[in-house]
């Protein structure tokens, strides 16, 4: 088993009961890619996740891990190795036997599993843990004995199912560091769900955005930010969230966005296909949009409601004279307070279009 | 009431310094000096018939004959126990007890041990593996623990008849491993449920079969399971009576049994202090258990609640 394996999903469905939780998916995973599959729970991920690691049985469908087919495979041959949101550490094994567990079940001889679990414990700083029990380790330290319990098994691809989602926001940052890292020294293909966005851009080379168990849009973290193709991509990455401004698409000679009593002019922004004239929503992120002084001729002046400081900048969550809430972030030192006016703008080279009929971008 | 209630508060605190700071002032309702008193009475009415039996067991015969039996043995011996142990009379065998004990030690080793194993596996298969029809076989299990188990002693007679089986040590062990399953599978099958299902995937993407993640990695945890089925096994196939009369055969009858045979063997005056010690030693067993063991029981018992 080489030590990159690529995965490709096929038409795979799972059903529980009447059920359907996937319907006739396809992923192509390159080997030693970092893939994210990112959604809100219930958008079946988990269960993709469980189904390439041979957990959970698909009711259609082929996967191949390695050029192999491995759809009936038992989880133990399919050269996956996972992480889990509950480290799912042995209770009543140490350190060392949680890592070894899995080689000595497969027979490994004894000189190569202390190599394999001594250099596992090393690259995570495991080895002065090795004799504890998994009771007496932080959270961190046990999310890292998982992960350890992984490297061991020198797989082709590692699964890890939402593995920082039990930790606190600290730690969360330095273990997602830690990943990236290993990732980076390994070359490993790894499959990687959660729900947090800032996980998903931090550490992807592609991002697959799921809802309903249909793949919205699967692309580079970069793209996936500034280029969502559809409403529910768009709301679901980026924290704050995009602005929504309702309002109507005028394709002329020069199409034009009106919302309200304002008309944004919008020759910049680059459409997918023909402009047509219809319901449509501008989407833009709060540091996309132009406030005070470089907000230039044309700008449409919003009132102050709230400002939240967060140290780099300052969050400043604005109304549009119609009534539309807009945030934006400001520079940290701006003395900005409730009722104060401000005058924004909207790039056009920086927002998003979507169709009200369908919610794509247009 | 409330009024005297509110007295009894004043009183702590205005010695401890400042109202409201510090530990809470314990308070001493008569609503507390009731309960106390209705613990302790219930306690000494449930105690009395134990004391009676051991006072009893330690009398000679003439101090029995005088008819106070709560009164304290004036004279002290051990001779009632060490008759009841050795030399008391079941029909025509003057062994005394001691064979009881030894047939019950013979059936209760196997049958605690082999029904706790298969209990065990049953609720592991039936919490982890999604077997076909777990659920129903779980309930059908369920509804026939509540059917009174006298029903079945006749057709497990012929079906044992049947087999060839009869009455033996095997039969008896069988018969106790299959009564015992209901409740086994119940318990080892609810703390199984309670333990994250991530361990188990865990473990089955580590390549462990199915009787290595029991054996190595379930079992290892439900330890204070394991001690509750101990403590529920010995006691009910200690205490058992009906069974072991019908099953084991007359070569192992059960230490009940003989108690029986002991009490209701009269032939002149009813030696009552011979049958109160051969009581007291048929009884031994399970209080021990009970005394030995309560907080690894209470500890199985709340362990449902706490993951690993």
């Known amino acids: ?362 | 009431m409330s009024g005297v209630v509110a007295a009894s508060t004043t009183l702590p605190s205005g010695a401890g310094g400042a109202p409201g700071r510090g530990p809470r002032p314990r308070r001493m309702t008569p609503a507390r000096w009731g309960i106390y008193a209705f613990l302790l009475i219930t306690a000494l009415f449930f105690l009395l018939p134990l004391y009676v039996m051991i006072a009893t067991s330690l009398k000679t015969m003439d101090e029995v004959r005088m008819g106070n039996i709560i009164a304290l043995p004036v004279n002290l011996t051990l001779e009632p126990w060490i008759k009841a142990w050795s030399s008391a009379c079941t029909g025509l065998n003057c062994n005394g007890i001691r064979v009881g004990f030894f047939n019950s030690v013979k059936i209760l080793l196997p049958s605690v041990f082999v029904s706790i194993i298969i209990g065990s596996l049953t609720g592991y298969a039936l919490s982890f593996w999604r077997v076909r029809g777990a659920t129903l076989l779980f309930a059908a299990m369920m509804s026939v623990a509540f059917i009174p188990y006298q029903i079945f002693i006749y057709p497990l007679v012929r079906v044992f008849a049947f087999l060839g089986l009869g009455q033996s040590l095997l039969t008896i062990v069988i018969v106790h491993t299959i009564f015992g399953l209901p409740t086994m599978t119940l318990l080892f099958r609810n703390y199984f449920a309670s333990l994250p299902a991530e361990l188990f995937k865990a473990a089955r993407v580590d390549g462990a079969g199915f009787y290595q993640i029991y054996w190595r990695i379930m079992m290892p945890m439900a330890t204070p399971m394991i001690v509750v089925a101990i403590i529920l096994q010995v006691t009910g196939i200690w205490n058992d009576f009906i069974l072991g009369l019908v099953f084991a055969g007359r070569e192992n009858l059960p230490m009940t049994v003989q108690l029986n045979n002991i009490v209701n063997t009269t032939q002149g005056e009813r030696a009552y202090n011979v049958d109160m010690a051969a009581t007291m030693l048929t009884a031994l067993l399970p209080l021990v258990v009970y005394f030995g063991s309560g907080r690894w029981f209470v500890r199985g018992i709340a362990a449902g609640a706490v993951k690993g």
């Not at chain 1, 992480?83 to 890592?99: G, I």
């Open chain 1, 1 to 362: 088993m080489s030590l990159k394996s690529e995965v490709d999903i096929r038409g795979v469905s799972i059903r529980f009961g009447s059920v359907k939780v996937l319907e006739q998916l396809d992923l192509k995973i390159a080997p030693s890619e970092f893939l994210v599959l990112l959604g809100p729970s219930g958008c079946g991920k988990s269960t993709l996740l469980n189904a390439i690691a041979g957990l959970i049985d698909v009711s259609d469908g082929e996967i191949h891990i390695g050029g192999r087919n491995v759809t009936w495979d038992e989880p133990k041959d399919r050269g996956i190795a996972m992480v889990f949101q509950s480290y799912a550490l042995y209770p009543r094994m140490s350190v060392r036997k949680n890592l070894s567990f899995g080689l000595e079940v497969a027979g490994t001889p004894r000189a190569e599993i202390d190599q394999r679990v001594g250099e596992a414990a090393a690259m995570l700083r495991l080895t002065e843990l090795l004799d504890r029990k998994p009771a007496a380790l932080s959270g961190g330290q046990r999310q890292r004995v998982a992960i350890g319990r992984a490297l061991v098994r020198k797989a082709g691809v590692y699964l890890f199912d939402e593995p920082l989602s039990n930790l606190d926001a600290q730690l969360r940052a330095e273990l997602r560091v830690e990943i990236k890292r290993l990732h980076a020294r390994l070359g490993a293909t790894m499959i990687y769900v959660t729900h947090d966005q800032i996980e998903a851009l931090t550490l992807a080379d592609r991002i697959a955005v799921m809802q309903g168990g249909v793949i919205q849009q699967l692309d580079t973290p970069r793209k996936i930010y500034r280029e969502p193709v559809n409403r529910f991509v768009a709301s679901f990455v980026g924290s704050p969230a995009m602005n929504f401004l309702p309002g109507r698409l005028e394709s002329g000679e020069e199409p034009v966005f009106v919302t309200g009593e304002h008309r944004l002019e919008i020759s910049d922004y680059a459409f997918l296909g023909a402009p047509k004239t219809c319901s449509a929503t501008l989407g833009i992120r709060p540091e996309h949009v132009r406030a005070g002084a470089t907000a230039g001729p044309g700008a449409i002046t919003a009132t102050v409601e709230m400002v939240e400081p967060m140290g780099a900048d300052t969050l400043v969550w604005c109304r549009l004279a119609n009534g539309t809430p807009v945030s934006l972030r400001h520079e940290a030192d701006a003395r900005l307070a409730p009722g104060d006016t401000l005058p924004v703008s909207f790039p056009a080279d920086a927002i998003s279009l979507f169709d009200d009929a369908t919610g794509n971008r247009l």
